[in-house]
């Protein structure tokens, strides 16, 4: 089918500085639809990046995982225990037009971010995977996916969840070939084009789960 072999594939941690954190901004508005340039207006880009370079959260570099195919970036995957906590709710803006327009957007999507803030314990969850148009359809989505899956496994986790729009259908059925269900909807975010997404769930066996030999 003209894939590439998992082997071409490198998967690395991402690292402070430039290149990473673009890396991962391109990743969190990708992965959202846009929702981020939605929110912020044209200040988007340099407040993401700003946000992922601070150390200790949910959306922090040290977070993902980022592809490579021959030495360049294909795709990246934001994930971790569903405990870390989130950027704090202004992302650092002082008040200002940005600032005002980020908490009206929120605002009006706070049904929306309740239903993506809520999870149970033991999850661990994937904010955000991307992976570039050049390089979809080459199997970098499942190396990304089954890492995470891995290193949600070595952490102890009891689950992997996530949340894609409802008319992925696609990504729907991605998921759903490595035992993802989905387990709730969210409302819709009507300033946000109408966006909803799905909760999907994948449980993990643990060691007590396992058939014995």
């Given at each position: ?121 033991g999850e661990w969850y ?33 689950s992997v969840t996530l ?32 966006v909803r997404v799905f ?15």
């Amino acid at each position: 089918r003209g894939c590439v072999k998992m082997t071409d594939v490198i998967l690395r941690d991402a690292q402070r500085g430039p290149a990473d954190e673009a890396a991962v901004t391109w990743d969190l508005e990708t992965a959202t639809d846009q929702m981020y340039s939605i929110k912020l207006g044209s200040k988007w880009e340099a407040t993401l990046r700003a946000v992922v370079a601070q150390p200790g959260h949910a959306w922090s570099v040290e977070r993902a995982r980022i592809a490579e195919i021959d030495g360049s970036m294909v795709g990246v995957l934001l994930g971790a225990p569903a405990t870390t906590p989130m950027p704090e709710g202004s992302l650092g803006l002082a008040w200002g037009w940005t600032r005002l327009r980020l908490w009206a957007v929120s605002l009006s999507g706070r049904a929306f971010l309740n239903f993506m803030s809520e999870h149970g314990p033991g999850e661990w969850y994937i904010t955000a995977v991307a992976v570039m148009p050049e390089a979809r359809g080459k199997g970098v989505g499942a190396v990304l996916l089954e890492d995470a899956i891995t290193r949600a496994r070595d952490a102890g986790a009891t689950s992997v969840t996530l949340d894609v729009d409802d008319r992925n259908v696609g990504a729907q059925r991605f998921y759903g070939r490595y035992g993802f269900e989905v387990t709730g909807a969210s409302p819709p975010a009507r300033l946000w084009r109408g966006v909803r997404v799905f909760r999907m769930r994948l449980a993990l066996a643990s060691d007590n789960d396992q058939p014995s030999v």
